[in-house]
């Protein structure tokens, strides 16, 4: 795959993410050169913590945080090579970017302040020193954007491939809490960003991958894609959203991260809230390269904003008296309101007509799937 990955290395410019594009000369320490105790050390040595809740980060049989009169809250995530992300083109140091992003997005939908994360890996014999390395440096840029600090986790080997398990914690005031169930009638819909742009981004990928297997000299033109191809391998958390509602003085009744498709979030927020809602098929926000990839591929950008996932935006709810805080805000799109729960989830579409909204996003307990 080294043209594929040379074009990704031209493609994605930020310096720190530069691919890492395998030199055939170099050579490679082996994982058992270290030992266990070494290689933890040896990956763990550049991580300092940085907020005060951290009382004992990495070093000591487990850490030790004090929230003083914050409430907690914790989530995990679990990636699997083959199932959430293939190495074939996806670089380790955007892997262990992303790996931590998506758990924070998490922390952020609950309307909370990321303050740590513990990262345990289990690693096959085929990966080097240098690898993992890699892998780490992208955990420890995400950590430093976004203020984290890494205070655990467990290193042990696989024969299966590589496999990354982050839980996150965060901070929040109780009365801040936003949970998925808080809904009202009559709540605007509102999503942050834009959506589609992760799916569309793999499906790139996913064709040049079998462009290479056909023609392994061929040449990927990747420059009309740089927007979507940087959605799916290095996306961002949307903590700045939070932020923003905190200057805006607004508090969300729901709230949930779009990781699995519009349709699948809208559906959690309106089963856990007991509502129903009407989402309107023209305020869905898509960027011009969604558009245009869609037509490229012959896909429905409806479609693909609904079912896609991966794009990592906060989906939410906020009461009507709200919305004058957040009118002509470039960064926030009404996109629907909540409705009685008897009328249904549903799509009302540019022809005026409702269609009920379906959960079709990605299944990983399916082994048809394909991350």
């Not at 850490?63 to 199932?83: W, Y």
């Not at 890996?121 to 240098?130: G, K, P, T």
């Not at 950590?143 to 839980?167: F, R």
């Not at 709810?317 to 002509?328: L, R």
Request: a negative charge.
């Amino acid at each position: 795959m080294e043209l594929l990955v040379k074009s990704l290395q031209n493609l994605l410019k930020a310096p720190y993410f530069c691919i890492m594009i395998e030199d055939k000369n170099q050579e490679h320490t082996s994982l058992g050169s270290l030992g266990e105790f070494g290689l933890i050390e040896h990956l763990t040595n550049k991580f300092k913590t940085k907020n005060a809740s951290t009382l004992k980060g990495i070093g000591d049989d487990a850490a030790v945080l004090d929230f003083k009169n914050k409430s907690v809250v914790l989530t995990t995530d679990l990636l699997v090579e083959g199932i959430h992300f293939d190495l074939s083109y996806m670089p380790l140091k955007h892997l262990g970017y992303k790996a931590v992003v998506v758990n924070l997005s998490d922390v952020y939908a609950m309307n909370a302040n990321a303050t740590q994360i513990t990262v345990s890996i289990a690693v096959s014999n085929r990966f080097s020193l240098e690898a993992l390395e890699a892998l780490y440096d992208g955990i420890h840029k995400a950590a430093e954007v976004y203020g984290v600090d890494v205070v655990g986790g467990d290193t042990t080997s696989s024969k299966t491939g590589l496999m990354i398990s982050i839980t996150a914690l965060g901070e929040v005031d109780l009365e801040s809490v936003v949970k998925r169930s808080g809904a009202q009638l009559n709540d605007l819909l509102v999503v942050s960003g834009d959506l589609g742009g992760a799916y569309l981004g793999l499906q790139v990928l996913e064709r040049e991958k079998q462009v290479f297997k056909v023609n392994p000299n061929s040449q990927p033109d990747l420059d009309n894609y740089t927007y979507i191809i940087e959605r799916q391998l290095k996306p961002e958390a949307r903590k700045d959203i939070i932020k923003l509602l905190k200057d805006l003085d607004v508090l969300p009744t729901s709230m949930i991260d779009v990781s699995d498709g519009l349709s699948s979030e809208i559906i959690h927020l309106c089963k856990q809230s007991e509502a129903g809602c009407d989402l309107y098929e023209t305020k869905i926000p898509l960027d011009p390269q969604v558009i245009s990839t869609c037509e490229e591929f012959n896909m429905d950008s409806t479609t693909v904003a609904l079912n896609g996932g991966e794009d990592y935006e906060l989906l939410m709810t906020i009461s009507q008296k709200d919305f004058p805080k957040i009118k002509g805000n470039p960064n926030l799109t009404v996109i629907g309101y909540m409705t009685d729960a008897r009328n249904g989830m549903n799509l009302v579409t540019r022809g005026e007509a409702k269609i009920p909204l379906t959960a079709q996003g990605w299944n990983s307990l399916d082994s048809d799937s394909e991350s």
